[in-house]
């Protein structure tokens, strides 16, 4: 049919193909531009890859720390065809995402988290007037269960018997803390979001659950990451990319169920959670016949993130946390000593206390700093073309803000390998801050869940230190502390035993 209209059209295909791959190959080889930041050589197809050979088998933020000191703290690298742009240290970082924040604070497209997000929520979404709008609603939401007459401290103490009472089942034996640390943290936002609490063995609770590790687990580590180089790979119907679909239809029918019932059941006078409250904006600029970026699609979304974003981080800072004082129990033992004077063995942790309780919380800012478990932030884009710090960086590169590289700056940090609580204290004994202590990320983007994240880190850890002393089972190996990487650095499994106070 192709040479009755008289073209040919696998040559032509073989043409265009030859003609694309020639370009790419040139762009491929071309000498870099003189002003684009230092970094590996750029090949065909694999991008920077081969010129990291001598460094193969590194987490990633650890190959970027290292191309840090290779190239110097703004360094670049081609992923495919793709630039990135890598900040490491403090001056780097706090520069671009603080100091340039209106350029740096965009976000890429990368194809697998587009197909999952829409680039709606707040996470993924653009920087613009939607997000501002949308963060700035969450964010005053959030505060009242932080603070306000939805109270979250409770919730948190709720979760805490249970995790307790596990514990307690489990004195003088090796145990791993991973199920009970994610239930709890995953029950914590599912208060605050869906205004209830499930039991472990829920069902609906379960099926969340999965979801969530589901979801992370094909965004971070599946042949379905293919789809970020070749978009195209999305719609085959078999093995990882059709299960990225499933996800995806499995979490809408969910959640649009559970925002469905919120509907139905909602008393505007008295929202019970987040999504109450949601609902309610949506009425309310819908009277005020405003035009406005809330929906109930966008509600979707932005509970999906607070969910992604509020569960693995926290409770992997708490699973780092329990593996840290069992490693250190001199330390150990001078927080249990800091609860039992200010707090006492009756009464439960409040977060008001934490201004009482300095050597407490200069432990868990350490715990935060050693293991920096978003290592490398979330990726961040240059809107619009450049001049930072000598170079020029190109509109749509990728820009990723290396923060682990930061909390072991050691032009910021004192032997910054070492597990040392006291140096956030002066010598009065008072929380110091240091600029480059940036867990949370820093700029425009910063993590939405801080003062939630704050509160529950400080009450779960004091509550568990107060009740019990955790030590390693004898006879096994030292603990792995390099993590494990996804879309947040885990601890390796590991044991524990309870020892009640
Ligand atoms: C220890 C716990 C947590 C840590 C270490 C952490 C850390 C971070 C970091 C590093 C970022 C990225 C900043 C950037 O892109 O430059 C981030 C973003 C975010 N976090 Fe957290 N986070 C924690 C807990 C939470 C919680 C509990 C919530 C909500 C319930 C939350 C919600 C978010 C959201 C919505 C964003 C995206 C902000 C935006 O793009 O505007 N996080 N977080």
Not at 408 to 431: C, H, K, T, V, Y
Request: with cysteine; hydrophobic share 45%.
């Amino acid at each position: 049919m192709a040479e009755a209209a008289g073209v040919c059209w696998p040559a032509v295909l073989f043409i265009a193909a030859v003609f694309l791959l020639t370009r790419y190959v040139m762009k491929c080889w071309a000498p870099r531009q003189p002003r684009l930041p230092a970094g590996p050589r750029c090949w065909p197809l694999v991008g920077s890859l081969p010129g990291f050979g001598w460094k193969a088998g590194l987490p990633p933020h650890l190959l970027l720390t290292a191309m840090g000191q290779a190239y110097g703290s703004v360094s670049s690298l081609y992923l495919g065809s793709r630039l990135l742009v890598v900040l490491n240290g403090f001056q780097g970082v706090r520069d671009a995402l603080q100091r340039n924040a209106d350029v740096f604070s965009d976000r890429p497209t990368i194809p697998l988290i587009t197909k999952i997000t829409q680039r709606k929520g707040i996470v993924f979404a653009p920087y613009g007037l939607i997000w501002k709008e949308q963060r700035r609603f969450s964010l005053s939401t959030l505060r009242h269960f932080g603070f306000g007459k939805l109270d979250l401290e409770p919730k948190i103490q709720e979760e805490l018997q249970l995790v307790k009472s596990q514990l307690s089942k489990a004195v003088g034996t090796a145990f791993s803390p991973f199920h009970v640390i994610n239930n709890a943290v995953s029950n914590i936002i599912c208060s605050m979001c869906l205004g209830k609490r499930f039991d472990y063995d829920d069902e609906e609770f379960r099926t969340i659950l999965h979801l969530i590790a589901r979801g992370m687990k094909l965004a971070s580590n599946s042949p379905a990451m293919l789809i970020n180089v070749f978009p195209v790979l999305q719609y085959l119907p078999f093995g990882a990319f059709k299960e990225v679909s499933q996800t995806v239809k499995d979490v809408t029918s969910f959640l649009k169920n559970i925002i469905a019932e919120h509907r139905r059941t909602m008393d505007p006078e008295n929202p019970r959670d987040f999504v109450d409250f949601y609902l309610n904006e949506i009425d309310c600029e819908i009277t005020k016949k405003q035009s406005t970026s809330f929906n109930e699609d966008y509600l979707f979304y932005i509970i999906g993130d607070l969910f992604v974003a509020g569960t693995d981080t926290t409770s992997n800072t708490l699973l780092w946390a329990i593996l840290l004082m069992a490693s250190y129990p001199e330390i150990q033992e001078q927080v249990h000593r800091e609860i039992r004077d200010v707090i006492g063995e009756s009464r439960s942790p409040s977060f008001k206390d934490r201004h009482r309780m300095p050597f407490t919380e200069a432990t868990i800012m350490e715990i935060q700093r050693m293991t920096t478990v978003v290592p490398l932030a979330i990726p961040h884009m240059a809107s619009e073309t450049v001049d930072f710090k000598g170079y020029s960086i190109p509109k749509g590169s990728i820009v990723i803000a290396n923060l682990w590289s930061v909390h072991r700056d050691p032009s910021m940090w004192e032997q910054p390998d070492e597990f040392n609580p006291s140096r956030f204290l002066d010598a009065d004994g008072n929380i110091i801050k240091n600029e480059a202590f940036m867990p949370f990320g820093i700029g425009k983007r910063i993590c939405m869940g801080e003062q939630m994240a704050k509160m529950e880190l400080f009450i779960i850890f004091s509550s568990l230190l107060q009740s019990f002393f955790f030590k390693l089972p004898e006879a096994i190996d030292a603990p792995n502390m390099t993590g494990q990487f996804g879309l947040t650095l885990s601890p390796h499994p590991f044991k524990i035993i309870p020892v009640r106070r």
